[in-house]
């Protein structure tokens, strides 16, 4: 079994978390002709529980990877259109799966997160910055309620360009009032994810869905979040990779800004204009 093979293979069937896939996959980079069984056995960082509970599950979920393989697009780490930035983060994804027009990765790509309950001025500085970058940029979000949606719409409207990164498997939806967004995106922009398919909302997977949108993303701008906020998370992730980290400023008053404000407050740059965006996004 050649390595990328044996990488969706592990994806699709181990239940291992991401960094021990990581660990297994740099165990094997060198390994040749091994059968699953004997790629997983060789490897020093899995338990004998650990071995033994995912060559169980090969044996009994090819199906499985069948049905995955069928559905969309696999991209692997050892893949040639694997996005360079992200195979350079911490722990990166071994594998994604994706529907749509993955050349889209090749643009420059900004990403645009914030607060599920945005504000009024939230959503007036979407429809003002949108239509000025999408001739631009890519813009890159979570599919989420808020920010994330309305960067999606407001991108497609204006005849740009998306990519939507979920926590689940491609054939989920998450939240169900996504459903039309998410088939626009999956059919004419890219819809990716690191989960294979039937995989659930599950909480731990959308703080790892957000280092993919800081990863593939040269800048990463927040607009409205409240402290501790999922949209701080990913402006942090971006902040470890060495992106550029834009922040909205706001009403001090405002629950909405107060971590935006302190991202800036923290040297993150305050975005006031189109070329503030635009200095950050294109290197």
């Known amino acids: 079994m050649d390595i990328r093979n044996f990488l969706v293979a592990l994806k699709i069937v181990s239940r291992l978390n991401i960094k021990k896939q990581w660990e297994v996959f740099n165990e094997n980079r060198t390994i040749k002709m091994a059968s699953f069984k004997e790629r997983i056995n060789c490897c020093n960082c899995l ?3 650990q071995k033994l509970e995912t060559n169980n599950l090969y044996d009994q979920q090819n199906k499985f990877i069948k049905i995955n393989k069928e559905f969309g697009g696999i991209l692997t780490i050892v893949d040639s259109k694997f996005p360079k930035q992200l195979r350079e983060i911490y722990c990166p994804p071994i594998v994604l799966f994706y529907r749509g027009d ?5 643009t420059y790509l900004a990403s645009i997160v914030g607060a599920r309950d945005c504000s009024n001025y939230g959503k007036r500085v979407l429809l003002a910055l949108i239509p000025q970058i999408t001739p631009y940029l890519t813009i890159v979000s979570g599919l989420a309620k808020g920010v994330d949606c309305m960067a999606h719409e407001y991108t497609i409207n204006n005849g740009g360009k998306t990519v939507a990164v979920i926590g689940t498997g491609l054939n989920q939806i998450y939240p169900k009032s ?3 967004l998410q088939d626009i995106i999956a059919q004419k922009h890219l819809l990716i994810t ?3 398919l039937y995989a659930k909302p599950l909480r731990h997977h959308f703080v790892e869905r957000n ?3 800081a990863g593939i993303s040269a ?7 409240r402290k501790q906020s999922g949209s701080l998370i990913t402006a942090n992730f971006a902040l470890s990779e060495n992106r550029n980290v834009l922040a909205v400023p706001g009403e001090i008053f405002s629950e909405t800004s107060q971590g935006t404000n302190d ?3 923290a040297g993150a740059r305050p975005l ?3 070329e503030d965006i635009l200095e950050e996004s294109i290197i």
């Open 47 to 49: 338990t004998p529980k």
């Open 102 to 106: 993955i050349s889209i990765l090749n």
């Open 178 to 180: 996504n459903s039309k």
């Open 194 to 196: 690191e989960y294979p």
């Open 211 to 213: 280092r993919i949108i």
């Open 219 to 225: 800048s990463t701008t927040v607009v409205e979040a």
């Open 263 to 265: 991202l800036i407050q």
């Open 272 to 274: 006031i204009s189109l």
